[in-house]
């Protein structure tokens, strides 16, 4: 009797060691978790740390603890919280892109949307102009998907559905139908219409057609995909100087490019200069100290910078210098998607668990001596202001012109 006791004190207390053991692993949070943890750290110790507030951090928490957020959920609740400050140097991206995307992928021209690339499904489609999301006026469709993306100023976010976009995204900002598809409206230059309902397809599995001009033209800023380069025009006697990304070439050194730009201009080919940076989302400060260099020759020419609202963080620095030696320098394009009064300076987290990167800002700006453009506007949440505003034009695009460049070469032939 008394080994029978012993026995089932034995079990009791296994199974009880057992129970607790099962307990803290139940209560034990997802890896997640602990990445919102830390993307809260590094606000508080950020340049942000005077506007952050945990309170949304600290709901998404509760909400993982009590098991109703997945790590998706999670990771596009952060977006959203994130786009609250209105800061494009704080954001959350994937570790690989997703993708799982749209089979269409549209461009910003002007305030038109017209579909430049498409799967070999759609590719008659290609030129056609975007009209309606799910049933909504466009406008309403990007203030849905902007709530996820870090974005400055207003012109900015319209900038927002170029890319080949995550199908998840229109998912979360609740544009996908009852079936789980995308409705599109789409117009043909004769106004022929029609509703397409999309589902997702993988980038990897299939080939994106690119939309064509009917005209050629090299000069063409749109299918460059070098980060800086020179392109010759001395027929309408401009050099071109396409700047997509301030991050340098392996091929091509920075200091190199600069006086390969100077060497073309004492060809005595040209008047005019054009620095195109409505591309540029930034990088490193490359240039540092070229300009100054040859402020002499760079003021013998006139000297145009395009920006648009895809223009960021160091090309602004960039544009920065041009004015400083250069005064008489006009911009041309629209307001600049980086404001005048922001904070810069990335430094990048892995979330592992999130299978993402958290980049926030170490510097603000607004302590920055950027006197020349912060000139131009005495509003936080506004760009740097063009002198002569012009918008792209898909007529123009598809004659093989491009709309800025022709408001370039008018202003200064006139």
Known sequence: MKKVLVVLFSVLIALCLASCKNQKKAAEPPAYYYDVLR?????????????????????????????????????????????????????????????????????????????????????????????????????????????????????????????????????????????????????AADGKTIELSLKSVDVRKNKFIQISPEKENDCLPHFETLNYSLKPCPEKRTLYVPYLSCIAREDYAPDVWFSDIIDELNSGLYDTLVFDLRYNRGGQLLTWGFPEKYRDELNKYNIALIASGRTFSASTWFMESILNVCPDAKIFGEETGQAIYNYTGVRKEELKALKCKFGFPVFLDELTPLTTIKERTDEYYRGIMPDVEVQESFEDFMQGEDSIYNAVYAYFNK
């Open 39 to 187: 993307i809260k750290a590094d606000l508080a110790a950020s340049s942000m740390r005077s506007i952050y507030n945990p309170a949304a951090f600290d709901e998404l928490e509760n909400e993982i603890l009590e098991k109703k957020v997945s790590r998706t959920d999670c990771y596009y609740r952060l977006r959203k919280i994130l786009n609250t400050y209105h800061v494009a140097h704080v954001s959350i991206v994937p570790a690989e892109p997703d993708p799982i995307a749209l089979p269409l992928v549209f461009y910003y021209f002007g305030n038109e949307y017209h579909v430049c690339s498409a799967i070999k499904k759609y590719e008659k489609y290609i030129g056609w102009k975007l009209t309606k999301i799910n049933g909504l006026e466009i406008a309403e469709a990007v203030d849905r998907i902007a709530e996820f993306y870090s974005y400055e100023t207003a012109v900015s976010k319209k900038q927002l559905i170029e890319k080949k976009i995550p199908f998840n995204d229109f998912k979360y900002a609740g544009l996908l139908d009852k079936n789980g598809k995308l409705r599109v409206s789409l117009e």
